[in-house]
């Protein structure tokens, strides 16, 4: 019997790996770097950001799958969704503090909430700042936004545990 894989295997496996090239295809370069990747993969990754035609990126994407057969795949798939899984967090953190900004603005309730949920927050700030974003309509309240995130971040720093 042949041990080989069948054509079809082959394809698959090929197509497989052109999606996981594609993938990193969209990766800034903070990001490529926390992954196993090959330097020759990295230049070609930033070389595919660069080209514009579509046939020149078509076969430029080919070669990034054809250099993906000599990488550590798994590792990689791995990685990316390691890193698919910190930027859903932090989606979901950005979205829990635009909730905070809304309800903030609407009614004083959300503030009690607020200061009762997280004690240590400065206050006056706080209400400073909602009292500035309620007074200009136009403003789209960047500094409570601001405000929030970064009180939010520093609860939730590993220094904040101890």
């Known amino acids: ?26 990766l800034n370069d903070e990001q490529l770097a926390r992954l196993p990747l090959s330097s020759e993969l990295r230049d070609a ?9 579509h046939e020149a990126g078509r076969r430029q994407a080919q070669f990034i799958g054809r250099l993906m057969r000599d990488e550590d795949t798994p590792a990689i798939a791995r990685g990316l969704d390691d890193l698919q899984q910190i930027s859903g967090l932090a989606r979901n953190a950005h979205q829990e503090v635009e909730r905070w900004r809304t309800r903030l603005l609407e ?13 240590d927050t400065d206050r006056v700030a706080l209400r400073n ?10 403003n789209p309240s960047r500094p ?4 929030i995130r970064t009180d939010q971040q520093r609860r939730s720093s590993p220094a904040a545990d101890t």
Do not use: C, V, W
């Open 107 to 119: 009614t004083d309730l959300a503030l009690t909430e607020y200061i009762t949920r997280y004690p």
């Open 1 to 26: 019997m042949d041990d080989r894989p069948s054509k079809s295997a082959l394809k698959q496996e090929a197509r497989r790996l052109q999606s996981l090239g594609a993938a990193l295809t969209r």
């Open 129 to 138: 700042l909602i009292r500035l974003a309620r007074r200009n309509p136009e």
């Open 144 to 147: 409570l936004f601001r405000f």
């Open 45 to 53: 990754l930033r070389a595919y950001r660069r080209i514009h035609s």
